[in-house]
Structures are given as structure tokens and as C-alpha cells.
């Protein structure tokens, strides 16, 4: 039986494209103003990704998790990238709406996403909840809705790997 290392594995999967499914949670967004949600677009094509859907959806959490159900549901969708809806306050509920849908944590990309956030703010990294995980096959990520926070998660963590879990996903 052959052993593949984690580069081998990283290797073989480089050149994958993945179908991502944008969406950015917010009350007041439009997609002029909707920096977050573009840069999510603009990294994951430059990478060689396709994005198949983006929309913004209200802080409401019926409409996300319909909207969520739907995309879950897509034979053209891999991944769903969220931006927003992660803080502590009464409004921020994509992380409850996400934990319902979850059927496979990835606890490491909260936990290496707020070590990274930590070096860039300080203590403001707690009171992010950002959470990855699978679903139905799906790769869900919910990102915060700082366009630098969006950045950071997609450039050091999701896109180094988002190829490699689909890769294994689609086995």
C-alpha cells in the first residue's frame, strides 16, 4: 500500500478548480459597497477557482438558512464562502445558522484563523467565531466581514488548501 505525504497530497491537487458559492451576510451591504464578499470573488478566481453564485443576504436567520439549505443542495457547488454574521452581538447568527448544517467540523480553521487574526489585532481575535466545516459534501467557511479579515482567511488558510479538501471530498 502506497503512503502519500501531505505534499504529495498538496501536489496532486494543484490545479483543481473548485465551484465556490459566495455570500455575504449583512443588512446594509450592496454589491457596490460589498468589499468583503468582492475580495472572496476577486481571491478565489485569481487562484483558479469559479464562483457559481454570490449574493447578499440579510442578517436574518431563516433567510440564511433557506438560502443555505439551497446552495447545500446545488450539484454545481463545492464550497460556500460566507462573510459576516460571525462577532457577538444579537444580529451575528451565521455561526448558529452553520453549526445546525455541520456535519463535519474543521475546528483548526477557527483556531488558526484567530492565532493568525491575534498577530494582526491583538485580543479583538476572541471575539470572532469563525467556523469551517463539511456538509453533504460541502465545504462551508464563515468568515468574518472585515475585508482584511477576508483576506487573511482566504490567502493563509482556504485557498492553500481548498483544492487538496475538495480533492479528497470528491473521492
Given at each position: 500500500?502506497?503512503?502519500?505525504?501531505?505534499?504529495?497530497?498538496?501536489?496532486?491537487?494543484?490545479?483543481?478548480?473548485?465551484?465556490?458559492?459566495?455570500?455575504?451576510?449583512?443588512?446594509?451591504?450592496t454589491?457596490?459597497?460589498?468589499?468583503?464578499?468582492?475580495?472572496?470573488?476577486?481571491?478565489?478566481?485569481?487562484?483558479?477557482?469559479?464562483?457559481?453564485?454570490?449574493?447578499?443576504?440579510?442578517?436574518?436567520?431563516?433567510?440564511?438558512?433557506?438560502?443555505?439549505?439551497?446552495?447545500?443542495?446545488?450539484?454545481?457547488?463545492?464550497?460556500?464562502?460566507?462573510?459576516?454574521?460571525?462577532?457577538?452581538?444579537?444580529?451575528?447568527?451565521?455561526?448558529?445558522?452553520?453549526?445546525?448544517?455541520?456535519?463535519?467540523?474543521?475546528?483548526?480553521?477557527?483556531?488558526?484563523?484567530?492565532?493568525?487574526?491575534?498577530?494582526?489585532?491583538?485580543?479583538?481575535?476572541?471575539?470572532?467565531?469563525?467556523?469551517?466545516?463539511?456538509?453533504?459534501?460541502?465545504?462551508?467557511?464563515?468568515?468574518?466581514g472585515?475585508?482584511?479579515?477576508?483576506?487573511?482567511?482566504?490567502?493563509?488558510?482556504?485557498?492553500?488548501?481548498?483544492s487538496?479538501?475538495?480533492?479528497?471530498?470528491?473521492?
Open positions: 500500500m502506497l503512503v502519500m505525504s501531505y505534499q504529495e497530497h498538496q501536489r496532486d491537487a494543484a490545479g483543481v478548480a473548485v465551484a465556490c458559492a459566495v455570500v455575504t451576510l449583512s443588512d446594509t451591504r454589491p457596490q459597497t460589498d468589499s468583503s464578499g468582492a475580495a472572496i470573488q476577486r481571491l478565489a478566481c485569481e487562484a483558479g477557482h469559479r464562483v457559481v453564485h454570490y449574493q447578499i443576504v440579510p442578517d436574518e436567520p431563516a433567510e440564511f438558512e433557506k438560502h443555505l439549505a439551497d446552495l447545500i443542495a446545488r450539484t454545481d457547488v463545492e464550497a460556500i464562502l460566507t462573510t459576516g454574521g460571525t462577532g457577538i452581538s444579537r444580529r451575528d447568527q451565521t455561526i448558529d445558522v452553520m453549526a445546525r448544517r455541520i456535519e463535519t467540523p474543521l475546528p483548526g480553521f477557527g483556531e488558526l484563523f484567530r492565532m493568525l487574526s491575534w498577530e494582526q489585532i491583538g485580543s479583538g481575535a476572541m471575539l470572532s467565531r469563525a467556523v469551517a466545516g463539511i456538509c453533504r459534501g460541502k465545504l462551508l467557511f464563515a468568515m468574518p472585515s475585508t482584511k479579515a477576508v483576506e487573511l482567511a482566504m490567502t493563509k488558510l482556504i485557498l492553500p488548501e481548498l487538496h479538501l475538495v480533492r479528497e471530498l470528491r473521492k
